[in-house]
């Protein structure tokens, strides 16, 4: 028969997978609502790399508790600068979507 220790450590161990599993989704997510906001703007999202710079518990608008993730990723205007940008996402939703100060593709303006 089956210990508690045992079970105790499994269902840790099985919360842990369904967690990192979970976080690996939403941050190919993160990293799809970028590509797709840089494309939008005429940049260039450099590496196709998000790396999570922040993980909390904060109250949704209706009081739920869900997880906010920070995630910063570098981006390029006109291919010879490395901006940087940051994405919070509150549960699946955009909570920020914030780009450094940049020039703009084709005209050499700073946007």
């Not at 196709?48 to 949704?60: D, E, I, N, Y």
Request: aromatic letters at 8%; glycine letters at 6%.
């Amino acid at each position: 028969m089956l210990s508690l220790e045992f079970l105790i450590w499994a269902l840790l161990i099985a919360s842990l997978i369904a967690f990192w599993w979970q976080s690996d989704k939403v941050k190919h997510l993160a990293l799809q609502l970028v590509a797709r906001h840089c494309q939008q703007q005429g940049l260039q999202l450099l590496d196709q790399t998000m790396v999570l710079k922040g993980l909390r518990l904060a109250r949704s608008n209706d009081g739920r508790l869900q997880l906010r993730r920070r995630y910063e990723f570098e981006f390029a205007s006109t291919g010879s600068e490395r901006y940087q940008g940051k994405i919070i996402l509150a549960g699946l939703q955009i909570e920020e979507l914030e780009l450094e100060t940049h020039l703009l593709p084709e005209s050499e303006q700073i946007h």
